[in-house]
């Protein structure tokens, strides 16, 4: 697969340059998103691409897009994304590219948790909650919740922090109405979701949606879906509570990146190349197992 660390579209203006997509306007109703293979790790963009992230992730969103349509409307216009670029760019956006409706996106990450782990896990240690939400006692690292959770948080800049926000705040940033639509919908995405991964050996433990709204104010499902990068899968096989599995995706370079004494703060490391064979087959792999 062809290597893409940044895109160079310039038959269409350039919306916005994200920490992994790169957003042109194709007019005033539609927008090119091109995911690139730039990996962001603790918030930071790193200066090493992963070969074929890209394509993965589209074709895994693509994948998640179509399945869970009869849940929720979502992005995708169908229009294929050589069809609004030049003949030379189209090698850029092939594989990687979609083209999206224009919508309002809403200012928050809906984040639905079905296990005990990361930041919920670290919360949970300290509180016994997790952004608010009481959980039962003495569970352990890496426990299914009796149900899954929204927990939210706000959307950093590139380079900034997301902030993990209790219900009460993401109903003050989207409204009452619109915040239990956002809720619901991230609940219903995710149990969906998660019991067709089981079946095809993948625990889902935690993911993140993101929602945008259309002129008639119809909540409308944007960005990338349940992909390596926004979400925790798991081999079924591998699991052990109190043990925290090895991922199908960027958990390597997190490991990786901690063990080798990084400050988390941005210039970040190059990877080796060792590191980058090993992350692109996880996602490889995570594409293989899911869309068999």
């Given amino acids: 697969m062809n290597t893409l660390y940044e895109s160079s579209i310039k038959s269409l203006p350039l919306l916005h340059k994200g920490k992994v997509r790169d957003i042109y306007a ?36 693509d994948f998640w897009f179509a399945k869970l349509a009869v849940i929720m409307p979502n992005q995708l216009t169908g229009e294929t994304p050589e069809s609004v670029v030049t003949p030379d760019e189209r090698e850029q956006v092939s594989g990687r590219a979609v083209v999206a409706k224009r919508l ?27 952004c608010g939400i009481h959980l039962p006692d003495r569970m352990q690292l890496a426990d299914r919740l009796p149900e899954p959770i929204f927990t939210p948080s706000t959307k950093a800049a590139v380079g900034e922090h997301d902030e993990n926000i209790n219900f009460a705040r993401c109903q003050a940033l989207l409204g009452k109405e619109v915040a239990v639509q956002v809720r619901d919908a991230s609940i219903a995405l995710y149990k969906k979701a998660a019991e067709y991964a089981l079946t095809r050996g993948i625990i889902i433990a935690d993911t993140k949606f993101e929602f945008g709204l259309d002129t008639q104010g119809t909540l409308t499902l944007i960005d990338e879906v349940l992909t390596p990068d926004s979400s925790r899968f798991w081999p079924l096989e591998q699991y052990r509570v109190g043990e925290n599995p090895p991922s199908y995706d960027k958990q390597y370079v997190r490991d990786w990146l901690t063990a080798s004494g990084w400050n ?17 087959e996880k996602y490889q792999e995570a594409l293989r197992l899911l869309t068999a």
């Fill in 26 to 61: 194709v007019d005033d109703q539609r927008m090119l998103i091109v995911t690139t293979d730039r990996l962001s790790a603790f918030d930071v963009v790193l200066p090493t691409p992963i070969p074929g992230k890209g394509q993965v992730l589209t074709a895994v969103a």
């Fill in 104 to 130: 309002k996106a809403l200012p928050v990450e809906a984040i639905v948790r079905g296990y005990l782990v990361g930041s919920g896990w670290a919360e949970y240690k300290q509180t016994g909650l997790v």
């Fill in 264 to 280: 988390k703060q941005a210039p970040g490391p190059e990877l080796p190349a060792e590191v980058v064979a090993q992350t692109a």
